[in-house]
Nanobody, 119 residues
Framework: QVPLVESGGGLVQPGGSLSLSCAVSISFHSINVMGWSRQAPGKERESVATFTSGGGIKYADSVKGRFFISRDNAKNTVSLQMNSLEPEDTAVYYC?????????????WGQGTQVTVPS
């Protein structure tokens, strides 16, 4: 079973909205960090939105006020609502989770979902 599976990517016009969802097959109780990253062509992967180990939420400056991360503990999903999308948001978006298991931290990544905002 794949630990993380993203869905919801696609093509959206500038100014539009898109919602990404990640189905997580790892117990939320064992996850200490979870969130979304993205990688644009020719650029390094960057963190977009994260549920931190301290229980807070951290956003990249470039998406503050436009992107919102949420989680559904009953459904074991984490979502990313993206509003006011810009061509610069074009990237492959990845869901990730760090699991603490018997003192060891394991990192998991989804397969990625493409988001395209044409200029």
């Amino acid at each position: 079973q794949v630990p993380l599976v993203e869905s919801g990517g696609g093509l959206v016009q500038p100014g539009g909205s898109l919602s990404l969802s990640c189905a997580v097959s790892i117990s939320f109780h064992s996850i200490n960090v979870m969130g979304w990253s993205r990688q644009a062509p020719g650029k390094e992967r960057e963190s977009v939105a994260t549920f931190t180990s301290g229980g807070g939420i951290k956003y990249a400056d470039s998406v503050k006020g436009r992107f919102f991360i949420s989680r559904d503990n009953a459904k074991n999903t984490v979502s990313l609502q993206m509003n006011s999308l810009e061509p610069e948001d074009t990237a492959v978006y990845y869901c990730y989770a760090n699991q603490l298991l018997q003192g060891e931290e394991l990192s998991y990544w989804g397969q990625g979902t493409q988001v395209t905002v044409p200029s």
